[in-house]
Every structure is written in C-alpha cells, then in structure tokens.
C-alpha cells in the first residue's frame, strides 16, 4: 500500500519560495512515476510536476515551468517540489501521488488528467499573497 505524507507548505508572499515534501513509504517505488498534483476549492485536481521512475525526465505543467522543480531523493524515500518566484495564482492545497500504471506512459497520462493515482495523502497548504 501507498502511504504518502505532504509537508512544507506555509504562507509566503509573492516572489518568495518554497519546498514541499513527501514521504513515500512503498516497497517497490522505484517502478512508479511519481507526481504533485493541487487543488483550489471548486476547481478539478490540476497536475504539477511529475518525474519517471529513480527521478529522471521531469516534466511540468505550462504554468508552473521554469519556477518549480520536481526531485526524488532514493536515500530518503523522499519526493520534492521546489517552488520558487511564487504567484498567488499558486495558492491551492498540493498533493504528491504515485502513478501505479506501466510507468511507459505515465507522462501522456500526466498530461491528459489520466494518472492512476489509488489514494492520496492529506495535502498540504500553499498560500500565496500579494
């Protein structure tokens, strides 16, 4: 079973950085591609950043490229989202999830809103003020 626990989420203000974590406790999470979705209220779950199986090939959705980078520390079973030049529009709870899918095709699934995700952690809170 997935276990995922968010954490580093705060308020900042615009321009300003942060870095969110999630502890994955899988025993095989080397063969997932893992993610970081978030969520404003009344709105769909939106995907972030996502990264294949052992940290390679991130990718990012358009609204977020070149400010926020997805990482994956093996020794710390640990998944990172650095967040950097925030803007308000960032504000949402953030979610970190693992694909548990042919990792092959875990990016058109990211892209297309398609991502077999089977639970979710808490979140975590990112407000951004202006």
């Known amino acids: 079973q997935v276990r995922l626990v968010e954490s580093g989420g705060g308020s900042v203000q615009a321009g300003e950085s942060l870095t969110l974590s999630c502890a994955v406790n899988l025993y095989t999470y080397s063969s997932y591609c893992m993610a970081w979705f978030r969520q404003t209220p009344g709105k769909e779950r939106e995907g972030v950043a996502t990264?294949?199986?052992?940290?390679?090939?991130?990718s990012y959705a358009d609204s977020v490229k070149g400010r926020f980078a997805i990482s994956l520390e093996s020794a710390r079973d640990t998944l990172y989202l650095r967040m950097d030049s925030l803007k308000p529009e960032d504000t949402a709870m953030y979610y970190c999830?693992?694909?548990?899918?042919?990792?092959?095709?875990?990016?058109?699934?990211?892209?297309?809103?398609?991502?077999?995700?089977?639970?979710w952690g808490k979140g975590t809170l990112v407000t951004i003020s202006s």
């Open positions: 999830a693992a694909d548990l899918e042919d990792a092959d095709y875990c990016l058109w699934r990211f892209q297309n809103g398609k991502s077999h995700i089977e639970s």
């Open positions: 990264v294949y199986p052992y940290g390679r090939d991130p």
